[in-house]
């Protein structure tokens, strides 16, 4: 059912921070792409649009059994820290809202393993600002009834500067953009039950995830229409090149 929620109802921004990435780097091409915790291949499948090839690596098979095919792509079922691609195959690794799931040592050592000499690290985090457009309800909601219920993870950064600095790993651009996504009330349920407070209470055991859906449901019906509305998010992005590498373009 998660990957099922994911699929369905993450938001599709994918295609805006992968232009990003693109006008940062410098180049209208990618290469060789690895997209680490690609989920069901929403940011597999927008790299594919600019890339020689991609490969998506997740350790959910559920996740990958969703995820879209292409030409140019290739999914392999793995964790970040146990991946055994051979020494520069890549030109390029991007990890789209998944850092909070990966151990940075293990993952940034792999990585700074098996990208080019002059290739580089790219990630994107998309957060939802607890902001409905004309409710100011939601966040109010969010802080006083959700987040009491389903605690947000503590110490949860989108990058660590100093920990990819040790691997060899230094930041060369950075940026954010706004976006909106229109949910109905079902579909506003189903992404906030795909966010990392609700999963981790619901994979522990401390809730169901029946339960967790049908509080949420009701809690909603108080201020969000059947019908929904827009709902907004920032997605904040780094470009990370390695020691000795050559330089890569930087924002104005």
Known sequence: MVAQRYARVRPQYHPLAVSWICEAAGSARLGRVLDVGCGTGHSTIALAAVAESVIGVDPSAQMLALAPKAGNVSYRQCSAEEMDFAPKSFDVVVVASAMHWLEPKSFLGQTRKILTPTGFL??????????????PECKHWLRSRLFKRFPPLRGLRDLDVAAAAAEG????AQGSFNHTVRYTRREFADF??????????????????????QWILDELAAFVPLEGGDFLFKCNLWLLSQAGSLPVKKDE
């Open 169 to 172: 790993f230094s930041v060369a």
């Open 122 to 135: 790219a990630i994107y985090n998309d957060h939802f600002t607890a902001t409905m457009l004309n409710q």
């Open 192 to 213: 906030l039950l795909t966010r990392s407070n609700t999963l981790v209470k619901i994979f522990n055991g401390h809730e169901s995830a029946d339960s967790a859906d």
